[in-house]
């Protein structure tokens, strides 16, 4: 049983363009959902992260939209370039940081110019 | 300040045989957790050692075990290798008790079974 579902699997973006990617999660205990960036042969590296008790976060280019309701949240990330050509992880866990992260299966974002 | 550190970096085994990764933990991070990355997949969790107790486990056999060691380095074996077994195993490094819910990832260990 898949708990955190993510899509899409792949993205392709223009440089300068938005991309956003979505997961949708099942366990309304989890309460806290971060973000993990993955290039190639490295280890996932933490982006941003929200708890729910907010709808929106943004840290320079990346904002994390996220609708309790409807048990879903986002990354955006704006002016997309290059660099950021990896592989994007949503992850959810409940309280605490001792707690395991579930993850979805990853989205490959290419960005081309 | 190190990250996390994991070894080796790459390995190569056959079926049926054992290994053993190893993590240091990031400086001042004292739980230390293990997850496994198939190729094309999210990380699964394993499992997670505190206070040198493993306190969770994921769905994952008896034939992985592992050991966190006073200093905070841990280690992860897994016997009877099966190609299945083939992945990315990722250390992730915490300090929950200082109230931050981050955990910071190692480069990993790419396990090939033949």
């Known amino acids: 049983q898949q708990q955190v579902k993510q899509s899409p699997q792949s993205l392709i973006v223009q440089k300068g363009g938005i991309s956003i990617i979505n997961c949708a999660y099942e366990?309304?205990?989890?309460?806290?959902f971060p973000w993990y960036q993955q290039f190639p042969g490295k280890g996932p590296a933490l982006l941003i992260a929200i708890r729910p008790d907010v709808s929106e976060k943004k840290e320079g280019r990346f904002t994390i939209s996220f609708n309790k309701s409807a048990k879903q949240f986002s990354l955006h990330i704006m002016d997309s370039q290059p660099g950021d050509s990896a592989t994007y992880f949503c992850?959810?866990?409940?309280?605490?940081?001792?707690?395991?992260?579930?993850f979805g299966k990853g989205t490959r974002l290419s960005v081309i110019a | 300040d190190a990250g996390v550190t994991q070894s080796p970096t790459h390995l190569i085994k056959t079926r049926g045989q054992q290994v053993t990764l190893r993590c240091s933990p990031k400086?001042?991070?004292?739980?230390v957790s293990w997850y496994q990355q198939a190729l094309g997949q999210g990380p699964q969790f394993i499992f997670q050692y505190y206070e040198e107790e493993e306190r969770q486990r994921g769905n994952f056999p008896d034939r992985f075990s592992g050991h966190q060691f006073p200093n905070y380095s841990s280690e992860l074996n897994v016997n009877a290798l099966l190609l299945g077994d083939s992945a990315l195993y990722l250390c992730?490094?915490?300090?929950?008790?200082?109230?931050?819910?981050?955990?910071?990832f190692g480069p990993g260990t790419r396990l090939t079974v033949l």
């Open positions: 992730a490094s915490s300090f929950p008790r200082g109230g931050t819910d981050t955990q910071y």
């Open positions: 366990n309304t205990a989890f309460d806290y």
């Open positions: 400086s001042g991070h004292d739980t």
């Open positions: 992850a959810a866990s409940l309280h605490s940081g001792n707690t395991p992260l579930v």
